[in-house]
């Protein structure tokens, strides 16, 4: 037997974050507790101090699970479309490399560049390509 002592994987400011990551965890086969969630509804700030909703598992398994949360949250990102830099939402794409395209099959006659979309966070200013 390994060492199934409860170690932390996660922390989280709200307890419906910790509930996702504890259901992810169990989905995947593994034995997820939830720490300190009930603390942190009827006291804030108690809760801070405790630094957050916190995700144990068995110390021989937090490896993986420290892996597959890892994994959840680059899922995540790239479904919503959020700035890498800040995690803003507010982004815009900008379409550069069609542009370029465009204008070297009119002067050489072929397209040079391909058709990836270049995004822009309007908050932070971070521009990051696909
Ligand atoms: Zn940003």
């Given amino acids: 037997m390994g060492d199934r002592s409860p170690v932390e994987v996660a922390t989280f400011l709200h307890p419906f974050e910790a509930d996702l990551a504890q259901a992810r965890l169990e989905a995947e086969g593994f034995v997820a507790v939830v720490a300190d969630a009930r603390t942190a509804l009827p006291f804030p700030l108690h809760f801070l101090a405790l630094g957050g909703v916190r995700v144990l598992v068995p110390a021989e398994d937090a490896p993986e699970a420290r892996a597959l949360l890892a994994q959840v949250k680059r899922e995540r990102q790239a479904e919503a479309r959020v700035c890498p830099a800040c995690g803003s939402p507010r982004i815009a794409a900008r379409r550069l490399f069609v542009r370029l395209a465009w204008v070297t099959l009119a002067t050489i006659g072929f397209p040079v560049g391909r058709a990836r979309a270049?995004?822009?966070?309007?908050?932070?200013?971070?521009?990051?390509?696909?």
């Fill in 118 to 130: 270049q995004w822009r966070c309007r908050d932070c200013g971070h521009a990051w390509r696909d």
